[in-house]
Each structure stands twice: as C-alpha cells, then as structure tokens.
C-alpha cells in the first residue's frame, strides 16, 4: 500500500513539473514574438554628395538647375525615400513614397520591400538604378493617368524606354508611410500615389529636363 502511495505521489510531481516546463516555453516564445514586433527606427542617411554629383551633372549636361529627384531604393519601400531637392534652397522639399519592380515575385505584393532586385534586362520586371532625364508627359492607363517618360543616361538604366519605364501614379500606393509593410511592387516603373502624383506633375510641368537620379545605398 505504501508503494502504491509513494508511485501516485512520483506521478503527481512529474506532472507538474511538465506543466511547469510548458508554461515556460509559452512565456518565451510570447516574448520573442513582442521583440520581432518592435518597428526599427529608420536610419538617417546623409545624401550631401549625391546632391552636390547632381548639380554638376545637371550643368555640365544643360539640364534642369531648379530641382532634381533622388529615389533610394536601399530604403525600406514602406518609407518615403523619393525626394525633390531644391538647387537654390538646398534642401529637400518634397518627400513620397515610391514602389519598385517585384522581379521575380508576384505583382502587386510586398516580398522584397527591404531587399528589391535591380536589373537593366527585359522582362526582369525590376528597377534600374542610374541616372534618367525625365522627358515628356503622356497618358496613363494607371491612377491619374498622367506619366512621364524616362530616359535612361547609363548602362544600368539603358533600357528604360524599350522597357516602357515611366513615372506614373497608382492607386495602391499610400500617401503616408506604412512602414513596417511595404509600397506595392510594379513591373518596374517608379510609381507614387495619386496625390503626390498631382505635385509631381504641377512640378515637371513647369521644370522641363529633370534629372533623376535612382540609387540604391
């Protein structure tokens, strides 16, 4: 009878014991779960010399000396990281967001929103980094149905007007930032929302032979 006792007091404790274990487990999982949560503080970047590269080669190559557009592509999607730098004021004036090219991920989602693919090839449907003058205002079938043509000036964009590379808006871009998601991924084309799309537009409409420089830090 004592043994008896003494098994059902062994199997008591073990039990609880295993309990006791699980309820740890829980505890760090939920905690790694909160940590993977937290939103990164986004890094600031000092493009000083890109502005003051743009400057000279907008002189040197007769094109717009009033403002030029940075596009970084090594910013998260989900933040805005295209800027309208203004040559007289030294500074940035305006800032949006932009998407990129969703390579060989599916259209329309966000799976490479902190990593995009770069690629000057055919139907890679990627971003091309390099320099580009934007050119003439057409017809869009997307958003406001405004675009911009745009001419790629080096090897790593050369493409860009056989590729049907333009500036246009969309609507799944969003007017604010959405960081930790990301900007919906195109085909390729620097594409903004609809109402920085109709400041883009008062902007190159009055300011012809913009440079823009897209980057990739």
């Keep these: 009878m004592k043994n008896m006792i003494f098994v059902i007091v062994l199997v008591l404790i073990l039990s609880c014991n295993q309990k006791d274990k699980k309820e740890i487990v829980v505890s760090k999982n939920e905690n790694k779960t909160e940590i993977t949560r937290e ?9 000083s010399n890109y502005y003051k590269d743009a400057e000279q080669y907008c ?9 030029f557009i940075l596009i970084d592509l090594g910013v ?15 500074e940035v004036s305006k800032s949006y967001l932009v998407s990129h090219g969703c390579g060989d991920n599916q259209w329309g989602r966000t799976s490479s929103k902190a990593k995009p693919q770069i690629s000057n090839e055919f139907d890679s449907h990627c971003s091309s980094i390099g320099k580009y003058v934007v050119l003439d205002r057409g017809v869009s079938q997307w958003g406001i149905k405004v675009n911009y043509v745009l001419q790629g000036k080096e090897k790593t964009n050369s493409n860009a007007q056989s590729r049907a590379i333009v500036l246009h808006s969309w609507d799944a871009v969003s007017e604010n930032e959405v960081y930790p998601e990301g900007t919906p991924e195109g085909w390729g084309c620097p594409a903004v929302s609809n109402e920085s799309m109709k400041e ?3 902007l190159l409409k009055t300011n012809k032979k913009v440079l823009m420089w897209i980057i990739k830090s």
């Design 39 to 47: 939103a990164k503080p986004r890094t600031e970047i000092n493009y």
């Design 59 to 67: 002189k040197a190559n007769n094109l717009n000396q009033d403002n």
């Design 76 to 90: 998260h999607s989900g933040y805005k990281r295209f800027f309208v730098y203004d040559f007289k004021k030294k």
């Design 200 to 202: 883009i537009d008062e």
